[in-house]
Nanobody
Framework: QVQLVESGGGSVQAGGSLRLSCSAS????????LGWFRQAPGKEREGVAT???????RYADSVKGRFTISRDNAKNTVNLEMNSLKPDDTAMYYC?????????????????WGQGTQVTVSS
C-alpha cells in the first residue's frame, strides 16, 4: 500500500515562493507517475503537475513557467517548487501516485493520495 505524506505548505504573499515535498513509502516498485493536485473551496480537484518515472513532466497551463515538479526515485520523494505565487493558487495541495502508464494530469488516473497541505497566498 503506497503511503504519501506532504509537507511544506504555508502562507505567503503574492509573488512569493513555496516548496512542497512529498515522501512516498510502502512499496517495492516505485509508482510510474507521481503528481501534485489542488482543490480550492467550492471547486473540483485539479491537476497541477505530474512526473513520470523517467522524468517526463506535465503542467497545468495556469502554472507553466512558475511551478517545477521533480522526483528523486532513490529517496522516494516528489517536490513542487512554486514561484511567483498568486492568490488564485490558494488551495489544499495533494500528492498522488499511480502505476498507470499514462497518467496525464487527470485526478481520476491516480490511485493513492496524501492527506494534503494547505497553501494560502495573500494579495
Amino acid at each position: 500500500q503506497v503511503q504519501l505524506v506532504e509537507s511544506g505548505g504555508g502562507s505567503v504573499q503574492a509573488g512569493g515562493s513555496l516548496r512542497l515535498s512529498c515522501s512516498a513509502s510502502g512499496y517495492t516498485n516505485s509508482p510510474y507517475c507521481l503528481g501534485w493536485f489542488r482543490q480550492a473551496p467550492g471547486k473540483e480537484r485539479e491537476g497541477v503537475a505530474t512526473i513520470e518515472r523517467g522524468g517526463w513532466t506535465r503542467y497545468a497551463d495556469s502554472v507553466k513557467g512558475r511551478f517545477t515538479i521533480s522526483r528523486d526515485n532513490a529517496k522516494n520523494t516528489v517536490n513542487l517548487e512554486m514561484n511567483s505565487l498568486k492568490p488564485d493558487d490558494t488551495a489544499m495541495y495533494y500528492c498522488a501516485a499511480t502505476y498507470a502508464y499514462y497518467c496525464g494530469i487527470v485526478p481520476g488516473r491516480f490511485t493513492y493520495w496524501g492527506q494534503g497541505t494547505q497553501v494560502t497566498v495573500s494579495s
